[in-house]
């Protein structure tokens, strides 16, 4: 108690950035015979403009976690603060009062099929002080903010999976929310609709100083748009940093899994694995995935390599990629020559922040990658 006075007291003095405070929240759902906890103890700190993700496997909890945080899911445990309110000590017209200010869209849109799109947007609306002229000003402006002014009297049906999450967004931002929950709302559009989508609440972001939480299970989306992320497993938060802090430096393993998913390191290596051609491996050679983040580049240091350890290396994949204005590198290269020689190069790459994880072989069967990491 004394503690989390303690962190309310600072949170305070260092200005109360934070926009949604989860404390302790837990969810267990009881069916007739057994019981599940969906949520287990997750504390979560989301400040205001936080673009946050939160990433999980189907069934980790994370669509009951986002739930709470309008109380659309009630905790059984736990403590929900949203723009500094309490939210599970309002009363039902407060708590409809904050919610107004919670905005959220889903994977399948949740549109009225009867009504047009000026109205599904107006919909929120229905209860407001606005004049007739107002609302239909206020739902230009909006459908105009997600490029869709010519779609007025449109209705649902005429529309692409990427337009009606367009007009999803207007209706969520009608009642000028400060935070977005977005339950997997790319997870029924193709990739280059998912990236309009992206590019649309991002640019929210920015313009409107929107919070916006994201859950979703492809890091591909939270590689394009979060500026921090949250890893879920069984319910509980495992891991959680800033962007390139998880892309960098994961901890746990599954989120590594979806690391190398989204670098696609993982198709890289299965590739050069299956087929031999590929992997011409002589007794001394070492295969190993290479990686570094910032300014280091790859060629000075394969230069390096050769002319002080006469160690040659041969880059069987590579890819870079710009997150948050930070270049992140990844390589799968093999390393030839004479072991000592080898040991030495490896820990001089170590010694350039350059992470090294050799994926081991013997006799040139390669089995499954098992990965010793050199740190
Ligand atoms: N209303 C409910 N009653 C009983 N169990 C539930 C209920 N809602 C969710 N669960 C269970 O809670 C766990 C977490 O589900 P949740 O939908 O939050 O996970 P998720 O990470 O969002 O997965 P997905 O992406 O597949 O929806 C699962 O085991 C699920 O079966």
């Known amino acids: 108690m004394i503690l989390k006075g303690r962190f309310f007291i600072l949170n305070y003095l260092e200005g109360g950035n934070s926009m949604i405070q989860l404390e302790q929240v837990s969810v267990t759902?009881?069916?007739?015979?057994?019981?599940?906890?969906?949520?287990?103890?997750?504390d979560l700190t989301v400040?205001?403009?936080?673009?946050?993700?939160?990433?999980?496997?189907?069934?980790?909890?994370?669509s009951t976690l986002v739930r709470t945080i309008n109380l659309l899911q009630r905790p059984t445990s736990g403590k929900v603060i949203?723009?500094?309110?309490?939210?599970?000590?309002?009363?039902?017209?407060e708590l409809r009062t904050a919610r107004k200010k919670i905005g959220m869209i889903f994977q399948h849109f949740n549109l009225m099929a009867s009504r047009t799109i000026a109205d599904n947007v107006a919909y929120p609306l229905k209860h407001s002080s606005l004049s007739k002229k107002e609302l239909s000003e206020k739902v230009s402006g909006l459908l105009e903010l997600v490029g869709l002014s010519d779609k007025h009297n449109a209705y649902p049906s005429q529309l692409s999976g990427g337009q009606k999450q367009r007009v999803?967004?207007?209706?969520?931002?009608?009642?000028?929310?400060?935070?977005?929950?977005?339950?997997?709302?790319?997870?029924?559009?193709?990739?280059k609709t998912t990236s309009s989508i992206l590019a649309l609440l991002k640019e929210l972001n920015r313009k409107l100083n929107l919070t916006i939480v994201i859950i979703t299970h492809e890091m591909q989306v939270v590689k394009e748009i979060?500026?921090?992320?949250?890893?879920?497993?069984?319910g509980r938060v495992v891991e959680e940093g800033n962007l390139v802090q998880i892309f960098t430096q994961p901890r746990k393993p599954i989120t590594k899994d979806f690391i190398n998913t989204a670098t696609h390191v993982d198709q890289g290596l299965e590739t050069i694995l299956t087929h031999p051609s590929l992997l011409d491996l002589q007794p001394n050679d070492i295969l190993a995935k290479v990686s570094y983040v910032g300014a280091t580049t790859s060629e000075p240091l394969i230069a390096h390599l050769y002319s002080q350890f006469t160690i040659s290396t041969n880059i069987l994949?590579?890819?870079?990629?710009?997150?948050?204005?930070?270049?992140?590198?990844?390589?799968?290269?093999?390393?030839s020559g004479e072991k000592i020689k080898s040991n030495q190069a490896l820990a001089y790459l170590v010694s350039k922040d350059i992470k090294?994880?050799?994926?081991?072989?013997?006799?040139?069967?390669i089995s499954l990658p098992r990965k010793q990491k050199i740190s």
């Open 356 to 365: 090294v994880e050799i994926i081991e072989h013997q006799q040139n069967v």
């Open 226 to 234: 979060c500026t921090k992320v949250a890893v879920m497993e069984k």
């Open 82 to 93: 949203v723009a500094d309110r309490d939210l599970l000590s309002l009363t039902p017209k």
């Open 317 to 335: 994949f590579g890819n870079i990629e710009i997150l948050q204005d930070t270049p992140i590198g990844n390589l799968i290269v093999i390393f």
């Open 168 to 191: 999803a967004i207007a209706r969520a931002l009608a009642n000028d929310p400060e935070v977005l929950l977005c339950d997997e709302a790319t997870s029924a559009l193709d990739p």
């Open 47 to 62: 400040e205001k403009g936080d673009v946050f993700g939160i990433v999980g496997y189907s069934g980790a909890g994370k």
């Open 29 to 42: 759902f009881k069916t007739k015979d057994q019981q599940i906890t969906a949520v287990e103890q997750v």
